[in-house]
């Protein structure tokens, strides 16, 4: 049977015009990577997170003149409620909608549970747990409003398996798989789907911060802790990259994935396989 194929392929590299995407944690890494895919594919976009004014600035005008966007900037600080609430008010005044929302920011602190500093156990779990409650509540609304949304929450392999060490850490991104189901299931019959994505290992400033650090805690070399320690649960034995990251966000925030929803998808080179 001929099935009748109805897109072209211009329209799959635009597929996300007119879309507006929020994507915390972006003046970075991932979230950057990921707010550069979407804008390639069209979206306009709102970025957020820490750094220099100066060089967000150019960020902002880059991506804007590279794909031809809008891009904005909000300072807004993850740890605050409040902050986040005028975030998610500015950003749908100033654009009159919200399509995609990437929950992305996020920081990691290392130490053992007896250990573990209470004030960094509270900073992670407002970082990288309680600010996706807080987007995706004020989010809903606007997006059953359009009868379309795209919530991604960026877990971790750290939200489907545990590591010592990592108290905060696994149990944020334990906790934000938990919110993706409850989200998915909230939303199923209104053109809103939500996932996670876990990846494993990405070369990012978060990981070249522990690679530091385990490099000094061990005695050993930079290039041993990535062979030894980080990727030795990679069993692809390399990172996985923001462009791989980016390109999968942009498929779940098209049409062709709106029955994808309430999953955590690993990226991972097969570490959760084990
Ligand atoms: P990164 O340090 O490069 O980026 C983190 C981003 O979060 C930055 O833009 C930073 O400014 C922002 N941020 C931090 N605190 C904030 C706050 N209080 N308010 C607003 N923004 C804040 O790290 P990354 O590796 O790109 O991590 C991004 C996400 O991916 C995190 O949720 C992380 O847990 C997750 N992740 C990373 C890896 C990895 O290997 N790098 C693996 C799995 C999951």
Request: hydrophobic share 45%; aromatic share 4%; glycine share 10%.
């Amino acid at each position: 049977m001929n099935i009748p194929v109805k897109l072209q392929t211009s329209d799959l590299a635009r597929a996300l015009a007119g879309k507006v995407a929020l994507v915390t944690g972006s003046t970075s890494g991932i979230g950057l990577g990921i707010a550069r895919a979407l804008a390639a594919a069209g979206a306009d976009i709102v970025l957020n997170g820490l750094g220099v004014a100066a060089e967000i600035g150019r960020t902002r005008e880059q991506i804007a003149a590279e794909f031809g966007v809008r891009a904005s900037y909000s300072s807004a600080d993850m740890t605050r409620p409040r902050s986040i609430a005028e975030m998610m008010a500015a950003t749908i005044a100033e654009s009159g909608r919200l399509d995609i929302l990437v929950n992305n920011a996020g920081i990691q602190h290392i130490a053992p549970l007896d250990q573990f500093p209470v004030e960094k156990w509270d900073q992670i779990l407002a970082i990288n747990l309680s600010s996706a409650f807080h987007t995706t509540r004020l989010a809903l609304p606007a997006m059953r409003e359009n009868g379309f949304g795209r919530i991604i929450n960026i877990a971790s392999a750290h939200g489907l398996v545990g590591s010592p060490f990592k108290a905060a850490y696994v149990t944020a991104k334990h906790g934000i798989v938990g919110l993706t189901k409850v989200t998915a299931l909230e939303t199923a019959e209104q053109g809103i789907t939500c996932n996670a994505i876990c990846p494993g290992y990405v070369y990012t400033p978060l990981v070249e911060a522990q690679i530091d650090g385990q490099a000094r805690a061990h005695g050993i070399s930079h290039d041993q802790v990535i062979r030894d320690v980080l990727l030795a649960q990679q069993p692809n034995k390399r990172f996985a990259t923001v462009e791989e990251l980016g390109a999968l966000s942009v498929f779940l925030s098209t049409d062709a994935a709106g029955s994808i929803t309430g999953i955590a998808l690993p990226v991972d080179g097969g570490w959760t396989a084990h």
